[in-house]
């Protein structure tokens, strides 16, 4: 669908003056955004401007251009620790976390694809996200149609958690993490360790 016409679609199905069916708005954020289109999207929402700069950022903010492996490995180090710092809250609301809360451990790994693999079976990464999915500011049809166009924009849920981060009432920006995956950082926490590499 032509992106001018689904963003026309967006206004009247948060004006509630039209209905669509679920999965409709799954392309709105895909094709290349202006930022009076990302002003457009987002002015019906709570926290529109932290929303809109979250978006901006993502789309718009460039790739570390740091070559220097020692100087990277330092600064991805520091930044997957102030996340989980900022993490703490939250863990403490989620039963499983508190071993590993009080045995907080983190573990550079020089390969990328280990790490990587390892996250897909981070069944404790999984529990956060899940936890914090239900942490909704309000419910109802826009937002869980924003959530779907997210999912359209970006796989990587740590990115999601990132953008959609202004509706939920959780005590975490994910701006560590954001930074930390905007230099290649990944990460997977196995047993009481958080391993990360960068590619």
Known sequence: MEKQQLIKDWILFCQGNRNFEKGHFYSLLMDELSEDEIDIIYEPF?????????????????????????????????????????RLSIFKEIAEFSQFRS???????EEFNVVENLAFDDVLSQMFFNYTDFQIIEENDKVDALYD?????????????YLFEPLLSVNYTGEYLFQFKKMGGVYAIKDETVMYSFR
């Open 46 to 86: 709570i926290n529109k401007k932290k929303l809109k700069l979250k978006l901006k950022k993502y789309l718009y903010s460039l790739e570390s251009s740091i070559n220097i492996t020692s100087k990277k490995k330092n600064l991805l180090e520091v930044l997957i620790k102030l996340d989980f710092q900022e």
């Open 149 to 161: 166009a997210l999912y359209g924009l970006v796989a990587d849920f740590d990115y999601r958690l």
């Open 103 to 109: 045995n907080m451990k983190f573990e550079y790994v």
